[in-house]
């Protein structure tokens, strides 16, 4: 592998790679994200479920799936409680439209 792209995957899968991967993806779902580097790091090492994120079995979860992702809104779940999350939010916007 090239030494310029080993090091561009080295930066992506560290921490401060995730995170900006993750504001990243926030922005472009329309979500606001208000955590910074340090708060963000502190949830996930606080969860215990750091080592766990490489595999996609746990995310970082907005109550309700709502609202930004901010100290006091996040918690880090599974990949099927978050799928769950969104669907019951999808549901209620749902309805609320009817």
């Not at 990243?24 to 949830?43: D, H, I, S």
């Not at 490489?54 to 992702?69: A, E, I, K, L």
Request: aromatic share 10%.
């Amino acid at each position: 592998m090239h030494p310029q792209r080993a090091a561009e995957r080295r930066y992506q899968q560290s921490a401060r790679g995730r995170y900006i991967r993750h504001k990243v993806n926030a922005k472009r779902r329309g979500v606001e994200f208000l955590l910074t580097f340090e708060q963000w790091l502190k949830v996930w090492l606080d969860s215990g479920h750091w080592c766990d994120t490489r595999n996609g079995g746990f995310h970082m979860c907005r109550h309700g799936d709502v609202g930004p992702y901010a100290l006091g809104n996040v918690y880090i779940g599974s990949k099927g409680t978050n799928c769950a999350e969104r669907n019951r939010s999808v549901a209620i916007r749902r309805r609320a439209r009817s």
